[in-house]
């Protein structure tokens, strides 16, 4: 989880309007350099699976690794399974970062797990031995992710393949929860799961709009149980987000925690057009967006950009966020 300072908040879009005008000064030598980064990252990307993949037609289970390309050299990484005779065997996404060439990394609980690439393979591992059972956790029937799986040309066998579109699970204070999306037609189910609660583990399973992007865990209230938020955005062009928490009460069971929709404050909404990012900081969550001036398009908000910093509370059906201070700065020269 990436602990971050308004300091460092506002360090980093600076950062980013350096990191523009540097790119209108680059060279042709440069350019170059970039293209050649691009053409290794897409050699990399592409659909990779386990050797039991070509005999699928005659029942054997298989594990697929699903590689795409991600903002900053990064790479998407999502292992699905055999989902139409059994229930998934692998199910597993990161976002990994880049390395070198041919190996990317991503931390999990404060474990490496490393991503390497050669002759058209795909070896996943951990980078310290004593942590390789961190592999299995993703697996069931005492599987692991651990291993090479080769790559294919082509799409994956969609009428086997697990149809899972997002999953994570996130561990604090000895409570797990477990996050995934599916399509059910042409709407998105979410499924939460908690584990380990005293009382009441039971599933959580809501219709959403659009998908999830990024879910964390952290005691917001430091009572000694944490909560999890999951972040969404809408389908279309605005990528409107929004956020669905639960807080655990006591570590014997979960409630939903209320989010107030940004359009409910006039003031703080002034310019909103979607494009929402979230994150915890510390013990706060953040909600920062671009600011549209009247004549702005989609594409070309020129307001600057508003974080709002909110805090959870108990209210009297539930827990909830209030805005605890909000914060705009200029990203435009």
Not at 52 to 65: A, H, P
Request: hydrophobic share 30%.
């Amino acid at each position: 989880m990436i602990k971050l300072t308004n300091s460092a908040l506002l360090g980093m879009a600076f950062l980013a309007i350096v990191s523009c005008k540097k790119e209108a000064k680059k060279t042709d030598t440069q350019e170059t350099t970039k293209q050649e980064t691009v053409a290794t990252i897409t050699d990399v990307t592409g659909n990779y699976v386990s050797s039991e993949y070509e005999k699928r037609n005659e029942g054997y289970d298989w594990v697929s690794v699903a590689v795409k390309p991600a903002a900053n050299d990064n790479i998407k990484i999502a292992v699905r399974s055999r989902a139409d005779k059994k229930k998934p065997t692998c199910t597993f996404d990161a976002l990994a970062e880049k390395t070198n060439d041919s190996t990317y990394t991503t931390d999990i609980n404060g474990k490496t797990v490393v991503f390497s690439f050669k002759n058209k393979q795909i070896s996943i591992a951990t980078a310290n031995k004593e942590d390789n059972s961190l592999l299995n956790f993703y697996c069931s029937g005492g599987g692991s992710l651990a291993g090479s799986y080769h790559k294919i040309e082509g799409n994956l066998d969609q009428t086997q393949i697990d149809k899972t579109i997002f999953r994570k699970n996130v561990t604090l204070q000895g409570i797990s929860f477990s996050i995934a999306t599916q399509k059910n037609g042409m709407e998105t189910e979410l499924t939460v799961i908690p584990y380990g609660l005293e009382i009441d583990n039971s599933a959580v399973t809501q219709t959403i709009d659009g998908n999830v992007v990024d879910a964390e865990i952290e005691d917001l209230n430091s009572d000694g149980s944490p909560e999890v938020l999951i972040y969404t955005k809408s389908d279309g062009s605005g990528s409107y987000g929004n956020v669905i928490g639960f807080s655990v009460n006591n570590k014997k069971s979960m409630s939903q925690i209320y989010f107030p929709p940004i359009t409910d404050n006039k003031e703080l909404s002034k310019g909103y057009m979607g494009h929402d990012e979230f994150t915890i900081i510390e013990t706060t969550l953040a909600q920062r967006f671009p600011i549209y001036k009247e004549s702005d398009s989609n594409a070309n908000p020129t307001g600057g950009t508003r974080q709002i910093t909110y805090k959870l509370v108990d209210g009297e059906a539930s827990r909830k966020f209030v805005v605890k201070n909000s914060t705009e700065f200029n990203t435009n020269n």
